[in-house]
């Protein structure tokens, strides 16, 4: 089991900068990725930026080059730093951990969510 936290959303004005933070705790040893994903009002969630503990990093293309993933692996974070922030990036940001080694037994553990609200 895989406990996420996260912190940082807000309001922001159109252009302004937020940074998202998110603590993991539990079986930490066994996460092979850590990311986050976003879901706006009458949306899918998508994924925003993804770090494989191997350092491979995965963005959105609608944040390629606004936002940049940092993850500590020693101390089990993951960070988000969102820069020229638009109305649209206006959603629900969770933290994401994929977990387990063996893909057979690998599982998706999500934090509780946290607002981001980019004003125009």
């Known amino acids: 089991q895989v406990q996420l936290v996260e912190s940082g959303g807000g309001l922001v004005q159109a252009g302004g900068s937020l940074r998202l933070s998110c603590a993991a705790s539990?079986?930490?040893?066994?996460?092979?990725?850590m990311g986050w994903y976003r879901q706006a009002p009458g949306k899918q969630r998508e994924l925003v930026a993804l770090s494989s503990t191997g350092g491979s990093t995965n963005y959105a293309d609608s944040v390629k080059g606004r936002f940049t993933i940092s993850r500590d692996n020693a101390k089990n974070t993951v960070d988000l730093q969102m820069n020229s922030l638009k109305p649209e990036d206006t959603a629900v940001y969770y933290c994401y951990a994929v977990v387990g080694f063996q893909i057979i037994t690998r599982k998706d553990y999500w934090g509780q969510g946290t607002q981001v609200t980019v004003s125009s």
């Open positions: 539990g079986s930490t040893a066994s996460i092979v990725a």
